[in-house]
């Protein structure tokens, strides 16, 4: 086991913990922050795998921005009783069942493959020539994406405005 | 060189199995919405690993791709749940309970 590999698992465990604290928390701002130190997790396992400049976006724009989106809205809601109803403890026990039988059955699919134990070889590849990628094969793609997050803009807009509200019930 | 293929599509299986119980198990809209980002983050690991095992930046291109998909998908839901916040004053999804005949 070389030290790529070490690494690989220390941040593997690194992520399944913290996600693991994340859904189990009862208030939703320190499952937030747990969350982010999942995404700064799988940050450092973007770069392993070869591309620092997804770790940086990852970086950027899951921890940084959808995070603080999180917290904001947290903070808007104030409804944190923490008196969440939870699952019916009566599909607890089929759930956790099907869940491992899915879990075994996908793992002897995956690692009965001849690919699956293929162990993978190191690739760095730079932003200039991931950019070049891009937009010469999917610039299509990227068009739709920024059009897609244009929808969202309006859509936030327009979903957040007070209106309304003071037609109906005063304040 | 570094670890099988089939690890991680195993540690991405895991995350997404992670996202799949915040969603189903919990009873707040914050939460299921964050378990769907956990869920979208669990895929783009296993692009990750597939496009490092066919020396491809097809599997990167696709993390770009989902990395704009989920801060849109954010952007809408949270106002979606503000929105619902307002007019039942409730982020429990039981509590919708409007169209019930």
Same mark, same amino acid.
């Given at each position: 086991? +070389?030290?790529?590999?070490?690494?690989?698992?220390?941040? %593997?465990?690194?992520?399944?913990?913290?996600?693991?604290?994340?859904?189990?928390?009862?208030?939703?701002?320190?499952?937030?922050?747990?969350?982010?130190?999942?995404?700064?997790?799988?940050?450092?396992?973007?770069?392993?795998?070869?591309?620092?400049?997804?770790?940086?976006? *990852? =970086?950027?724009?899951? %921890? @940084? %921005?959808?995070?603080? $989106?999180?917290?904001?809205?947290?903070?808007?809601?104030?409804?944190? *009783?923490?008196?969440?109803? @939870?699952?019916?403890?009566?599909?607890?026990?089929?759930?956790?069942?099907?869940?491992?039988?899915?879990?075994?059955?996908?793992?002897?699919?995956?690692?009965?493959?001849?690919? @699956?134990?293929?162990?993978?070889?190191? +690739?760095? =590849?730079?932003?200039?020539?991931?950019?070049?990628?891009?937009?010469?094969?999917?610039?299509?793609?990227?068009? $739709?994406?920024?059009? $897609?997050?244009?929808?969202?803009?309006v %859509?936030g807009i327009h979903?957040g405005?007070?209106? @309304?509200?003071?037609?109906?019930?005063?304040? | 060189?570094?670890?099988? /293929?089939?690890?991680?599509?195993?540690?991405?299986?895991?995350?997404?199995? #992670?996202? &799949?119980?915040?969603?189903?198990?919990?009873?707040? &809209?914050?939460?299921?919405?964050?378990?769907?980002?956990?869920?979208?983050?669990?895929?783009?690991?296993?692009?990750?690993?597939?496009? #490092? #095992?066919?020396?491809?930046?097809?599997?990167?291109?696709?993390? #770009?791709?989902?990395?704009?998909?989920?801060?849109?998908?954010?952007?809408?839901?949270?106002?979606?749940?503000?929105?619902? /916040?307002?007019?039942? !004053?409730?982020?429990?999804?039981?509590? /919708?309970?409007?169209?019930? !005949?």
């Amino acid at each position: 086991m +070389n030290l790529y590999a070490l690494m690989f698992y220390a941040t %593997a465990v690194l992520i399944i913990a913290s996600t693991v604290l994340a859904v189990t928390r009862r208030q939703a701002v320190h499952s937030v922050v747990f969350l982010v130190v999942s995404f700064l997790g799988s940050a450092m396992l973007f770069y392993l795998l070869g591309s620092p400049f997804l770790a940086a976006l *990852q =970086v950027i724009i899951y %921890a @940084g %921005a959808v995070m603080v $989106l999180f917290l904001f809205v947290i903070m808007m809601l104030k409804a944190e *009783q923490g008196e969440e109803k @939870g699952f019916a403890k009566r599909f607890w026990a089929p759930g956790v069942l099907a869940g491992f039988l899915f879990f075994a059955a996908a793992c002897v699919a995956v690692f009965s493959d001849p690919s @699956g134990t293929v162990p993978l070889k190191l +690739n760095a =590849v730079t932003p200039k020539e991931f950019g070049r990628f891009i937009f010469e094969r999917y610039w299509l793609a990227v068009e $739709l994406i920024s059009l $897609l997050l244009f929808l969202g803009l309006v %859509a936030g807009i327009h979903l957040g405005r007070d209106k @309304g509200r003071g037609e109906e019930d005063p304040e | 060189m570094i670890v099988p /293929y089939g690890h991680v599509l195993v540690l991405a299986g895991i995350i997404f199995c #992670l996202g &799949l119980t915040c969603v189903v198990a919990r009873r707040n &809209l914050i939460m299921v919405l964050i378990g769907v980002e956990i869920m979208l983050n669990g895929a783009a690991v296993a692009f990750m690993g597939s496009g #490092l #095992l066919w020396q491809r930046l097809e599997g990167q291109a696709f993390v #770009l791709f989902i990395l704009g998909i989920a801060a849109t998908e954010v952007s809408v839901g949270l106002a979606l749940i503000l929105h619902a /916040y307002r007019r039942s !004053g409730s982020v429990d999804p039981d509590t /919708y309970s409007v169209l019930k !005949g």
